[in-house]
């Protein structure tokens, strides 16, 4: 199992037109076999800044031979690259599971 934590520092008045795009991703993201699960969520201190937490089934290096050259986010990236100042992302490896 793998967790992605993605923090976005949107250019100020972008996330109206950010989030849909987002969410279209996300939508998407729920069709591939080895997802599980999405959550976005924002900062109630910084009405700019997003973080998305996915968690995958697999590996990092799975993840990373399979989805960053999918077609849809391509697309995506095209369409939001004028929305995000900044973009961190990192690779977590859960050790405690609750359903």
Not at 27 to 53: G, H, N, R, Y
Request: proline fraction near 6%.
């Amino acid at each position: 199992m793998l967790s992605l934590y993605v923090r976005f520092k949107l250019l100020p008045s972008t996330k109206a037109l950010f989030v849909p795009h987002l969410a279209e991703l996300m939508k998407t993201l729920a069709e591939e076999p080895t997802f599980v699960s999405a959550v976005l969520s924002e900062d109630s201190a910084d009405a700019d800044e997003l973080v998305l937490f996915e968690v995958w089934n697999g590996t990092r290096e799975e993840w990373l031979s399979e989805q960053p050259q999918k077609p849809y986010r391509a697309i995506y990236d095209n369409a939001t690259k004028d929305f995000v100042a900044d973009k961190e992302v990192r690779f977590l490896s859960p050790i405690v599971v609750q359903n």
